[in-house]
Every structure is written in C-alpha cells, then in structure tokens.
C-alpha cells in the first residue's frame, strides 16, 4: 500500500508590475512575494509542485510574468500557473508555456486546473469546453483522487461585494463533480483571505494573497492589515487533505485602508 502523502504548495493573487517597486494600496507586491517564497525556501523545501492560482500579474505587462518566473526558480518544484481576471493568458503561454499544464498527477492523485476567467470581466465562469476537459479527466483517471484548482470562488463566502465576482456558473461545476465520486477537494484564490467552507460537501479552501488582503465578510470594498501568506496542502494516499495556511508574520501590515478598489 503507498503511503506516501503529495505535498503541494499554493500562492495567489501576487499582482506584480513590470517596475518592481510599484505598490498596490501602499503594498509593494513584488517584495511581499518575496517574502513568502522566502519562507518556503526555509521551512517547505521541495514540495512536489507550486499552484499559483490567479491574477500574477496588476499591470497586463510581460515583464510582470518575466518577474514572476525568474523569481520562482528559487523554489525546487515545478510551478502550474493558472490566469485569474487580471491575467493575460497569451503572454503566459508566451512565457512560461511548461507552467500552463491542466493536468498534473501525482502518486494516487490528480490535480485539475480549471479556467474561470471571462475576458473583460472580475467575475468567473467555467465554459463548456472546460467542464468537458474536467470530465474527462475524471473519466480517465478513476482509481485516482482529484484535487481542483481555480481562481475564482465557486460558493459565497458571505461578502456582498466579492461574491458579486464569484463564478457564475457553480451549478455547472457541481453537475460534472456529482457524476463522479473522486473529486476530494477544491482551492482557490481571489478572495484575498484564508477561508474553509463546503461545496458539493467538499472541502473548499480559499488562500491569502501575497500581497494585500481584503477583510471577511464585508459588504464593500475593505482591505485587511493580515499579513500575506500561501497554503500548505498534503494530499494522502487514503483521499483525505490535511492544509494549514501560513503567513510571513504575525504583526499588522502597513496597507492604504482607504483605498476603494484595486
């Protein structure tokens, strides 16, 4: 019997700018990062991949992406990049073509990154052509677990004004994950905080970003002075998830609360 748990890493909503000393609500986010792969470096040396899970880049500027890959080499461990409203996906393909992977398997389990990203919009939807590929997948592979991966969250999380850009189309996801009896869990990114809550009775995980936060269960627009953080997610052999979310530090971060969006 393997007994061996997957070990994955995930980070989020990095929002870098071709000028690393560009700040998002007084944050520079490209020394944020740096912080938290900082921390992994240290303490989560060679994970078995990096998901980086939406909206890498604020500015639309190849540069960003260039950034975000070279700063990345400094983590022993492939990373999967999926886009988040904020992205361009052709210079991500342009870029680093081999971190664009939807597919990746790993011992008993499978990971399956899905595209939620509509053009033009904040909000997510999961097209046809996308909730085909996850079918598949989950066809293909039935003896193995299934983790999902996106940016945009599937249910509310009580936050009036973020759960107006939440996917769209939940009730499309959940039709493709009831036909199968393998999915074992869903993370994603976007909201800008730590969040566990229930899907289809699965666990779902939101993650901080790497910059700024935004404040729990807010009507409107607010940032949050917790610090930025990634998600640490054991996959194991049995199908259960063990995650803990970790964050650089403990002290409130200097942020522009009077920003009203971003």
């Keep these: 019997m393997n007994t061996a748990r997957i070990r994955v890493l995930q980070i989020t909503d ?59 080499l400094k983590i022993n461990a492939p990373s999967y990049w999926l886009p988040g409203n904020h992205d361009q996906p052709h210079l991500m393909a342009a870029i680093n073509p081999s971190a664009l992977q939807k597919q990746i398997i790993l011992g008993d389990w499978q990971i399956v990154l899905l595209n939620t990203q509509v053009e033009g919009k904040t909000h997510g939807y999961l097209r046809e052509t996308e909730l085909e590929r996850l079918a598949t997948c989950l066809q293909q592979e039935p003896d193995k677990h299934t983790l999902l991966a996106l940016h945009h969250h599937p249910a509310p999380i009580n936050s009036r004004w973020m759960d107006q850009i939440m996917l769209q189309n939940p009730e499309d996801l959940a039709r493709v994950i009831t036909g199968h009896n393998t999915v074992r869990g869903i993370i994603h990114g976007h909201v800008h905080q730590a969040r566990t809550y229930q899907f289809c009775d699965l666990p779902v995980m939101a993650t901080p970003s790497t910059c700024v936060q935004f404040a729990p269960e807010s009507d409107d627009f607010l940032a949050d002075t917790r610090q930025p953080g990634f998600r640490v997610v054991d996959l194991l052999p049995d199908g259960q998830i063990e995650s803990s979310v970790v964050r650089v530090g403990d002290k409130p971060m200097k942020v522009d609360l009077k920003s009203n969006g971003y």
């Design 14 to 72: 990095p929002h870098l700018f071709a000028d690393s000393g560009s700040t998002l609500m007084g944050v520079n986010t490209s020394a944020t990062l740096d912080e938290v792969l900082t921390k992994i470096q240290k303490d989560y040396r060679e994970p078995d991949g990096l998901l980086v899970t939406g909206d890498l880049s604020q500015d639309d500027s190849a540069t960003s992406y260039h950034h975000l890959k070279e700063k990345l």
